[in-house]
């Protein structure tokens, strides 16, 4: 059992270095670096260095910078106001159309940036206001946002499924793909939840429910299309390409970031500056998960050193349990996990670890990790600790927190029926990939 103690003691020294505080990659250069000096010795400082450059040379952590730029220049421009207002004009007069514009701007948010946090904040400055100004019901109207912000995670393009994709050795355009039908389920589940409430209790709509919303014209229409054109375009050269099979998810990446400096110059919104201070910040947040990254492959390969990921395959081999109730288990470690860590620190903790488990459990890997997926998701906007909590209540510090631990619960559920349908219906994971 000296895997166990090993992989205890790495598990260990990262949660120690997370209550205090260190960054992420931090902890994980350190912990990484201490085994590789406990196995090799001294030479394990230039296995340590090898390591980290075989991982930093590998084309494919070029989408994750790409990916990041596109998101911080459509932000960046103000061109997602446009979004905004065209999405605002085309839903009309609805029972409940602010929740209808909650979920259909997080879908489009999703497919335009990737991180939950980024549009929360925006949809929470922004949306939130409008609501409660209409007399929407608070908690119903925060719980939506949550939903549909997090949505972005599983919407492709995703830096989080690219991540998940990379440590799993998955195909990453089958993997982003296949994102695409799980999170319009879930968009419509949000949609059909937030019906269902004000159809039971109409008040809950505030004013929207009563037909106070301005009437919009088959012209304002024809223009709040057209102001979305660009969008299309966008989504289209990153997407589109996978799918048709003109690009690899890297020439797509960057297709985008072309589509997103059009769409700013279209909206007459590109400007020096802001594509400077674009650059600035995908550069840094690149910068840090591309660290994480290289840290992976090295813990990764003290795993499987350690013999701790052939001994816990092994384990499961022999354990009397239902694939259903391992499934259930290995959906729970990260679900709680991920109510106090970093999605991308859990996924490298327990990826490398999960990787042998499924294939002696015969799951199709594609499924697994969309689950997976979905699950890293709902931990980080799930109570006490998710912390696209806290992204919220920064962007509308007078909301109370348990308000928001409130109207998160609710949505929390929608995400995990989400996946209990996926778990019976694979198809709705695997079709779409399977045309590529």
Not at 16 to 40: E, Q, Y
Not at 144 to 166: F, K, Y
Not at 175 to 187: N, S, Y
Request: glycine share 8%.
């Amino acid at each position: 059992m000296e895997w166990f103690h090993t992989l205890l003691a790495g598990l260990g020294i990262l949660l120690f270095l997370f209550i205090l505080g260190v960054p992420v990659f931090v902890a994980f250069l350190i912990t990484n670096l201490l085994g590789a000096i406990h196995f090799f010795g001294g030479r394990g400082f230039s296995i340590f260095t090898n390591s980290i450059y075989d991982t930093l040379a590998s084309a494919s952590l070029a989408t994750i910078a790409l990916f990041i730029l596109m998101g911080e220049l459509l932000f960046r421009s103000g061109a997602t106001d446009a979004v905004f207002r065209s999405t605002d004009t085309l839903i009309g007069r609805v029972k409940g159309r602010d929740f209808v514009l909650s979920a259909s701007l997080g879908t489009i948010f999703g497919a335009l940036s990737g991180a939950a946090m980024g549009v929360v904040a925006m949809l929470g400055r922004s949306l939130l206001p409008q609501m409660l100004a209409r007399g929407c019901d608070k908690r119903l109207s925060i719980g939506a946002i949550l939903g549909g912000a997090n949505l972005a995670p599983i919407i492709p393009p995703s830096v989080l499924i690219i991540v998940i994709g990379m440590l799993a050795n998955l195909s990453i355009s089958r993997f982003l793909i296949a994102g695409i039908v799980p999170g319009l389920v879930i968009a419509t589940l949000i949609l059909a939840y937030t019906g269902i409430r004000i159809a039971i209790n109409p008040g809950l709509a505030g004013k929207a429910s009563l037909g106070d919303i301005p009437r919009t014209t088959i012209k304002q229409k024809l223009i709040a299309l057209a102001q979305l054109l660009p969008f299309s375009i966008i989504i289209f050269f990153v997407m589109g390409f996978i799918l048709l099979g003109i690009a690899t998810p890297s020439e797509s990446a960057a297709s985008g970031v072309i589509g997103a400096l059009l769409a700013a110059a279209y909206y007459r919104k590109l400007s020096w500056k802001m594509f400077r201070e674009s650059l600035e910040s995908a550069a840094v947040i690149s910068a840090i998960i591309l660290i994480i990254m290289a840290s992976s492959k090295l813990f990764s390969q003290l795993l499987s050193l350690s013999g701790a990921t052939s001994a816990i395959a092994q384990m499961v081999v022999n354990a009397p349990l239902d694939p259903l109730i391992m499934l259930l288990i290995m959906m729970l470690i990260p679900f709680l996990f991920c109510m106090f860590m970093d999605q991308i620190a859990i996924s490298i903790v327990i990826i490398p670890i999960y990787v042998p488990v499924i294939a002696a459990l015969g799951f199709d890997p594609l499924w697994f990790w969309v689950l997976f997926l979905i699950n890293v998701t709902i931990g980080g906007f799930s109570p006490p600790f998710g912390y696209v909590l806290f992204a919220f209540k920064a962007a509308a510090p007078e909301l109370r927190i348990s308000d928001l631990y409130a109207a998160a619960w609710p949505f929390v559920g929608v995400f995990i029926l989400a996946m209990v349908i996926l778990t019976m219906f694979p198809i709705l994971v695997t079709w779409l990939p399977g045309l590529l």
